[in-house]
């Protein structure tokens, strides 16, 4: 579904991405984790499009096609989703409104219908449960006067209804309570099968508590250090990042 | 004829175009006269002049217009009728050119005693509460324009609310302009006095049908009683081609509540000069803005909120949003005078930047002479958030929505202020149509 390959990036001339490898397929988990500034969330915002970073070097293959030709919402119509660590407030726009324009321009993507309003509704309806969130989120203006959780809740919900092939969690985990990302980790789960694929950016290992990756890969520095299966969060999790830089600090080449 | 060695100036022409006015009651024949007096022999305002500093007539010096009323059978357009706000179905006064149309008009279902009519002729009768009232607010220093509304002035609105009545739905005052091969000049005036505990509500709107030049300078009068209440909505959506110079005053008593939100988006020049002056004790005015300016349109709004009282609070929220080569100009004065102690002052001028080639000019100008006083100001000049940008873009968005969606939630808190849902409903169609038609070749991200 994607592959990165020997990915250079830079933001106001400063390289932040050192030649990123990495291979994604459908129905996989992958957790990127890293101490705080290696690039975890700068890999993320690149896949997705962010103007602010460059691409110097390599490249980043979706569904075959480069994915540095295109603009973020053509990206986003394709089927790449990306959570936001820190949600934005739109004004002036409700929650539901934005959703359903999101969605029908990924259904018109699709040469599918527009649905109208009240089929969007009942659309909907269903996915709230799915992160147990309260219908009267859907009428306010898009994480306006939400709290850190409500805002994370409704990225998941966002990537609920969008339903994309490739989600990127950015710090989806971030900040929240035992709760709040117990129902997030639970949405996600059910939300990954075997067509999509999920990028989870952390920074703690607590969410793959909920959440089984397939792969982690610990990013430091601009670079994949060091990747392996789930026993591999747990290591980190004991011996801290500095592990990993000491052990690997000649080259780290991910498979 | 004119004798076209003898060089005149442009409001000479103005008036003299008109030829004698027809003689009424001593008042307004005095009142006339005097307005003329005035600006006979005067030159329009330049640059060179601070209130004009970016806001230049020379253009609209060098046109020739005819007055409106000569136009014998204007081209109108057969959906007039869409034009009138559902709220305002039942009373509504509708100018076509600036002529009163008593075909399109409508004054039903009004409580006992209001009186909503064309302006000359209630003066024709000599209706003493107009005759009182009339010329009395829109003064301001050096200024050619409400003297030359006054000496040529024929219809206009006239609303008097007797004491303790409310008018539960709005009252539209529609003013056609439409779409004529001759350039044609319209001085419409209107006079609203609301008595003691009086409630309404007035939409003036000026709407052009075509792509034509004409001069639209309206003088609107507002007479506030004391513990009287009024909403006044203003949208200016004239041709493209169009001036449009208005002057709005109004005279606010003891525990009233005057409420102004002028929308401006038409017009290749448009200059309104505001104007409340509270002049009594516990006494609220808003005077809030909402101007779209693209092409090469000009909008300058100048504002006077004059604290003269005690306890008295004003609110003043101006939005402008700015694409292609647009220009905004925005001169917000506010007076605090000795006697107005505990002075709540409001006044925020935000400018939103679509494109690289437009300019927004932001002047507050706060004279305060109480020492007990709370004014807060602030201009600020910005484009679209980047952060939202993207975020919309990640959500599929195209570039034309996100900046539609982006556009209509800066202007969102001045037309959510409107108490007519038609008009929020119109406004954000506006906000639709103005985004789309951008030019701008600035990408969002």
Known sequence: MLTIKNLHATVEGEEILKGINLEIKAGEIHAIMGPNGSGKSTLAKIIAGHPSYEVTRGEIIYEGEDLAEMDPDERARKGVFMAFQYPVEIPGVSNSMLMRESYNEIRKEQGLDPLDPLEFEDYITEKLNLVEMDAKFLERNVNAGFSGGEKKRNEILQMAVLNPRLSLLDETDSGLDIDALRIVSEGINKLSGKENAVMLVTHYQRILNYITPDYVHVLVNGQIQKSGGKELAIKLEEHGYEWVTAKTEVNGEAK | ?445
């Open chain 2, 1 to 445: 004829m004119t004798d076209i060695t003898k060089e005149t100036n442009f409001l000479d022409r103005m008036i003299d175009s008109h030829g004698p006015m027809q003689t009424g009651y001593d008042r307004v024949t005095e009142l006339r006269r005097k307005a003329a007096d005035d600006i006979t022999g005067r030159d329009l305002p330049t640059t060179r002049h601070e209130e004009w500093k970016y806001c230049s007539l020379k253009k609209l010096s060098r046109e020739s217009f005819i007055p409106a009323a000569e136009i014998a059978q204007p081209d109108l357009p057969d959906n007039i009728a869409d034009y009138i706000y559902p709220e305002a179905e039942h009373h509504h006064l509708t100018f076509i050119n600036g002529v009163y149309s008593e075909k399109w008009s409508k004054t039903d279902k009004l409580p006992q005693g209001v009186i909503v009519a064309n302006l000359a002729d209630v003066l024709d009768e000599g209706n003493p509460v107009a005759l009182e009232h009339i010329g009395q607010y829109a003064r301001w220093e050096d200024d050619p324009f409400v003297p030359l509304n006054t000496s040529v002035f024929r219809d206009g609105a006239f609303i008097h609310v007797p004491a303790s009545v409310k008018i539960e739905d709005p009252i539209q005052l529609l003013f056609i302009n439409t779409d004529e091969k001759e350039q044609y000049f319209m001085t419409p005036r209107c006079l609203v006095v609301g008595e003691r505990s009086s409630e309404i509500t007035v939409v003036e709107d000026h709407v052009g049908f075509g792509d034509n030049v004409y001069f639209n300078a309206p003088v609107s009068e507002i007479k506030l009683a004391e513990n009287s209440h009024m909403t006044h909505v203003k949208l200016q959506r004239d041709s493209r081609k169009a001036y449009h110079i208005s002057r709005l005053a109004a005279d606010i008593s003891r525990d009233s509540n005057y409420k102004s939100y002028a929308v401006q988006l038409g017009s290749q020049l448009s200059r309104s000069d505001v104007k409340a002056v509270l002049t009594d004790e516990n006494t609220h005015a808003t005077l809030d803005g909402l101007v779209m300016v693209n092409g090469d349109q000009l909008s300058d709004t100048h504002s006077i909120m004059d604290h003269t009282m005690p306890n008295c609070t004003s609110h003043q929220l101006h939005k402008c949003i700015i694409d292609d080569e647009g220009t905004s100009v925005f001169n917000g004065k506010i007076f605090v005078r000795q006697d107005a102690q505990k002075t709540d002052a409001f006044q925020e001028n935000r400018n939103l930047q679509l494109s690289d080639s437009g300019t927004a000019y932001a002047k507050p100008q706060l004279e305060i002479f109480a020492d007990d006083v709370s004014c807060s100001h602030g201009a600020t000049i910005g484009q679209l958030d980047p952060d939202q940008v993207f975020y919309l873009k990640t959500r599929g968005l195209h570039e034309s929505q996100t900046r539609e969606i982006l556009t209509y939630g800066f202007a969102l808190d001045v037309i959510e202020s409107i108490p007519v849902a038609s008009i929020q409903e119109r406004l954000s169609k506006e906000v639709e149509k103005f985004t789309k038609a951008s030019n701008s070749i600035k990408q969002l991200v």
